[in-house]
């Protein structure tokens, strides 16, 4: 993964996010953790989850449905 990629907003209850290459990455609208390992990374919005997948994962702030994600992330993937 290289750069700042983000994923379009489209006004929905999703979860969004923001990663920077080798620094983590940014989420919204997150209601819960669903899985967390140093791996894989699973939260869930009100509409659908994204997985997390890369190593040394760790949390980073937590607050009002915003999760910093800390490590190297590999992969993002949404799992409707």
């Known amino acids: 993964m290289r750069g ?3 994923n379009a907003p489209d006004g929905t209850d999703r979860v969004q ?13 997150v209601r ?3 899985e ?3 791996e894989r990374i699973v939260l869930a919005g009100k509409r659908g989850t994204v997985a997390v997948e890369g190593e ?9 449905g915003d999760v910093e994600v800390r490590g190297s992330i590999l992969r993002v993937e ?3």
């Open 4 to 6: 700042i990629f983000a």
């Open 17 to 29: 996010y923001t990663v920077r290459d080798g620094k983590g990455g940014y989420f919204e609208n």
């Open 32 to 34: 819960r953790i669903v």
């Open 36 to 38: 967390f390992s140093q």
């Open 56 to 64: 040394g994962l760790f949390l980073g702030k937590c607050y009002l």
């Open 78 to 80: 949404r799992e409707e």
